[in-house]
């Protein structure tokens, strides 16, 4: 079992930045993880993944240069330094844990999830 807790979002305008935080607990030993996002009328979308080592392994186009992905495993944290942010990027933020550590940038690849943190953008 792994227990993920995520926190930092809030009310931000325009151009402003945030940085959302994931707290793991359970097992997370080796666990490759995620951050992904849902908005409103939306499919839920990935949005950068990072292996257990620290090997990031995918940005997706629409927060590329923008937004941070790192993680601290003596802290069992993840964190997603979002910068330049957008209306669009209105959401709730989830982290997501991959106990195989696959690396690869598949939804379908994460079995643990966090309650989500709401991002609201203003325009």
């Known amino acids: 079992q792994v227990q993920l807790v995520e926190s930092g979002g809030g009310l931000v305008q325009a151009g402003g930045s945030l940085r959302l935080s994931c707290a793991a607990s359970?097992?997370?030993?080796?666990?490759?993880m995620g951050w992904f996002r849902r908005a409103p009328g939306k499919e839920r979308e990935l949005l950068a993944a990072?292996?257990?080592?620290?090997?990031?392994?995918y940005y997706a186009d629409s927060v590329k240069g923008r937004f941070t992905i790192s993680r601290d495993n003596a802290k069992n944290t993840l964190s997603l330094q979002m910068n330049s942010l957008k209306a669009e990027d209105t959401a709730a933020y989830y982290c997501?844990?991959?106990?195989?550590?696959?690396?690869?940038?598949?939804?379908?690849?994460?079995?643990?999830w966090g309650q989500g943190t709401q991002v609201t953008v203003s325009a």
């Open positions: 359970g097992r997370t030993f080796r666990n490759g």
């Open positions: 990072i292996t257990w080592s620290g090997r990031i392994t």
């Open positions: 997501a844990a991959d106990t195989m550590n696959r690396g690869t940038p598949s939804i379908g690849n994460y079995d643990y």
